[in-house]
């Protein structure tokens, strides 16, 4: 044989060697691609399986959250109105605690100003008592100068009285024209001033 018809023969036999191996790589391709599907397929079986297990799950736990949900809102609901209560509760008492501390402050202070204020009707009413004494015996003392300042009044007013009309005769014969000897009138003594005064 040639050389050419060697070339030839090698040439015509490496594509056939080439498909042979192509062809026996597609089929191990093909059966591996097989199992895959199946295990694939076997896989998806499971998992919808599973998946409609998980929705039943989740139903169930979707429900039970809602109940146990339901029950805390309710507990909390309980617990806001307990909370409130108690709130108000205090407030009230707080309210009723502040009004009869405030009652009790000022009952005492009115005690207190109602202490003072008798303690100053009672200085009040001895200072009055004093001051009344005092005054009765300013008045008695009073009375007494009184008297006797009447008594010298009246002393005075009879003096006054003789020595103007000694003045009023010692005028009369003065403008008649008699002179007469000077005598002192008799008061003269007692009301020289007043006398003095009346002769000018």
């Not at 050419?4 to 790589?25: D, E, I, Q, Y």
Request: net charge positive; hydrophobic share 40%; with cysteine.
């Amino acid at each position: 044989m040639s050389t050419v018809g060697k070339v030839l023969c090698a040439l015509m036999a490496l594509p056939f060697l080439g498909w042979m191996w192509l062809a026996s790589n597609i089929s191990e391709w093909n059966r591996a691609e097989g199992k895959l599907l199946d295990s694939t397929k076997a896989s998806l079986v499971s998992a919808s399986d599973d998946v409609v297990s998980t929705r039943s799950d989740i139903i169930r736990t979707r429900a039970n959250v809602a109940l146990v949900q339901k029950e805390k809102d309710s507990r909390l609901t309980a617990a806001r109105a307990l909370v409130s209560q108690l709130l108000r509760e205090n407030s009230s008492s707080k309210e009723t605690l502040e009004r009869f501390t405030l009652q009790f402050d000022t009952a005492k202070l009115a005690a207190d100003a109602s202490a003072v204020r008798k303690s100053k009707t009672l200085e009040l009413l001895a200072q009055t008592e004093r001051e009344l004494a005092t005054a009765r015996t300013e008045l008695d003392q009073a009375k007494d100068v009184n008297a006797a300042d009447r008594g010298t009044l009246d002393q005075l007013r009879r003096d006054l009285s003789e020595t103007l009309s000694q003045n009023q005769q010692l005028v009369q014969s003065r403008l008649q024209g008699v002179v007469q000897p000077e005598t002192t009138p008799p008061a003269a003594s007692t009301a020289a001033g007043v006398s003095a005064a009346v002769t000018r």
